[in-house]
Nanobody, 119 residues
Framework: QVHLLESGGGLVQAGDSLRLSCVAP????????LAWSRQAPGKDREFVAG???????DYGDSVKGRFTISRDNPKNMLYLQMDSLKPEDTAVYHC?????????????WGEGTLVAVSS
């Protein structure tokens, strides 16, 4: 079982930056594949970014060049640096973990943190 807890969401203006954090206590953190997804009201959940256990990364088309995913294994932390935020980035952001070490399909998800971007 992997427990994930997100933080760092809030209300910002378009163009602002925000950094989300996700903590996943446990000795096996370095072996996990990790990802961020988001879900806006009335829309399907969308892949935002992923990072595998070898720190290879991938991004959804809508956030490429603006968002950066990173991990700090000694601290059991996952981050999402979000720059040049747009109103369409408004959503609940969830972090996920995969015991297979990749980010294709997550086994566990956190409850999420809300990001709201005003125009």
């Amino acid at each position: 079982q992997v427990h994930l807890l997100e933080s760092g969401g809030g209300l910002v203006q378009a163009g602002d930056s925000l950094r989300l954090s996700c903590v996943a206590p446990g000795r096996a953190f370095a072996t996990l594949g990790l990802a961020w997804s988001r879900q806006a009201p009335g829309k399907d959940r969308e892949f935002v970014a992923g990072i595998n256990r070898n720190e290879s990364t991938d991004y959804g088309d809508s956030v490429k060049g603006r968002f950066t995913i990173s991990r700090d294994n000694p601290k059991n932390m996952l981050y999402l640096q979000m720059d040049s935020l747009k109103p369409e980035d408004t959503a609940v952001y969830h972090c996920g973990a995969s015991v297979r070490g990749t980010y294709g399909a997550m086994d566990y998800w956190g409850e999420g943190t809300l990001v709201a971007v005003s125009s």
